[in-house]
């Protein structure tokens, strides 16, 4: 009985497929002032449960911003990722718009 040995394309194939899609969230900078780190706001319209009127609710991520390519006001996109800090769950993955008043 021969065995052949794994190659690493059959590993990866097999990983990729259970690993499955990462979160991606798309908000607003609303602060560039720590090191590395930006504070993306979120929109999301949920339709209020009792009263049945769509409401407007806003949460805050802490991202990692490595190159420190995001200002404040930029509209961006985060992914998450492993914690990197006690508050920090995603990482940036690009700036979608820059804001036109910061320039």
């Given at each position: 009985m021969t065995t052949e040995p794994q190659t690493a394309a059959t590993n990866t194939?097999?990983?990729?497929?259970?690993?499955?899609?990462?979160?991606?969230?798309?908000?607003?900078?609303?602060?560039?002032?720590?090191?590395?780190?930006?504070?993306v706001e979120v929109v999301r319209l949920v339709q209020h449960p009792k009263y049945h009127r769509v409401v407007r609710i806003t949460k805050k991520f802490y991202a990692h911003d490595e190159?420190?390519?995001?200002?404040?006001?930029?509209?961006v996109r985060i992914v998450a990722s492993r914690p990197l800090s006690r508050?920090?769950?995603?990482?940036?993955?690009?700036?979608l718009t820059r804001n036109a008043s910061a320039q």
């Open positions: 194939t097999t990983n990729t497929d259970t690993r499955g899609e990462r979160t991606i969230l798309t908000g607003k900078v609303t602060s560039a002032k720590m090191e590395k780190t930006i504070v190159q420190r390519a995001a200002k404040q006001g930029d509209t508050l920090k769950r995603w990482r940036l993955k690009e700036v």
